[in-house]
């Protein structure tokens, strides 16, 4: 025991030298046919019959407003951001009454294998089935072994064998739903403790820090102070950290989630003014072997 507290007292001057923080910038994509209803009504409130009709009508013309992923690589581009991309591979009601995705993966296949010319990355957006992490990745050969629960929805401990099973290679989940910050109390990314291996996973955990969803449906910030507390977040942990964000294709459109691209583009105009530098999933993975 002895010689224990003396080696741990030999680390107590050690300095570690300090680095800049870098940003994983991720998009869940949990509806793209949504816009005509959802933006519709919206815009019905808002008396903008105009808009709406073109929404309605962008629809029927297979152009929904939410099938955005262009515009969000392009501003993201503008910004010298890299993009994150996570799709749910299964349709409709799930378990638990979780809704899924609205969209076919299968007739998108081409449209998202285009993103990866754009150096954006597709991962999985594990839907809430009965399906394990392994037989979602069989319905489609353009994801990549990169992974985030819908609606952060998993229980860590009984899904970690499933997580190696599927050779997983990174898991985005790990944050609060209802509050921003380290659920971990820890900025970078890591490998899991496998308790019934007695070792550390396979797989890279890079926990959820900021999104959009915390800071409108559950914390209910006013929308033009959303962009504050996010650069404040990313501000104080200027060093040593992995930041990771999640901004959904929902939130682009200017009708029902009107404001919030403004704040996304105040987040992205911070990180390029103060050069942080934006992470991929395959940087991640072999940054932390």
Known sequence: ????????????????????????????????????????????????????????????????????????????????????FFWLLSKGKGADGVMNADYSIQ???????????????????KASTRQTLKEEFALSEVILPYNRYHFLKYNYMQLIAEMEEAQLALDASFGFAEHYGFRTNFGLPFHPFNPETQSATSFLEVPLNLMDGTFHKYMKLEQKKIAEMAIS?????????????????TYFTDHKYRGFLEEYVKIMSFIKENNFQTVTPDELVNSYA
């Open 1 to 84: 025991m002895q010689e224990l507290i003396e080696e741990v007292l030999k680390t107590r001057d050690v300095v570690i030298p300090s680095s800049q923080s870098k940003l994983f910038i991720s998009h869940d994509i949990d509806t793209i046919n949504g816009a005509w209803l959802q933006d519709g009504f919206a815009l019905l409130k808002q008396k903008r019959i105009g808009t709406m009709m073109k929404v309605i009508f962008n629809e029927f013309l297979k152009a929904p407003a939410w099938f955005n992923m262009d515009q969000i690589i392009s501003l993201n581009t503008e910004y010298g951001v890299r993009t994150t």
């Open 107 to 125: 007739k998108l296949s081409t449209d998202v294998k285009g993103y990866e010319k754009h150096a954006a990355t597709n991962g999985l957006h």
């Open 233 to 249: 977040f990313i501000d104080s942990h200027k060093e040593n950290c992995v930041l990771s964000l999640l901004w959904h294709n």
